[in-house]
């Protein structure tokens, strides 16, 4: 069983950087995408990015422009680079790995908190 950890969280000040690495125990060329995910308290969990395993990605529209999403296979390891962190960003961010028959894997969380 391929287990995912992250790292990488943190307390930022507006404005600011993170870079979140999501590593795995084994390939994540096997796993047909990796996502990110992010529950705010009281909110629902919600997609932040996701890369396929063609390399594709795509965002949601609250972190367009200011979040990457990448991943080195060779490392087995996804990052999320997330710029211009706003306050809103603050919440506790999920690795994800999508298997081909659609089931996921789950990390255990990173908490980034945007504040100043």
């Known amino acids: 069983q391929v287990q995912l950890v992250e790292s990488g969280g943190g307390v930022v000040q507006p404005g600011g950087s993170l870079r979140l690495s999501c590593s795995a125990s084994?390939?994540?060329?096997?796993?047909?995408?990796m996502q990110w995910y992010r529950q705010a308290p009281g909110k629902e969990r919600e997609l932040v990015a996701i890369?396929?395993?063609?390399?594709?990605?795509s965002y949601a529209d609250s972190v367009k422009g200011r979040f990457t999403i990448s991943s080195d296979s060779n490392e087995n390891t996804v990052y999320l680079q997330m710029n211009t962190l706003k306050p809103e960003d603050t919440a506790v961010y999920f690795c994800?790995?999508?298997?081909?028959?659609?089931?996921?894997?789950w990390g255990q969380g990173t908490q980034v908190t945007v504040s100043s």
């Open positions: 994800s790995a999508q298997r081909v028959d659609a089931s996921s894997l």
């Open positions: 890369i396929t395993s063609s390399g594709s990605t």
């Open positions: 084994g390939r994540i060329s096997s796993f047909r995408a």
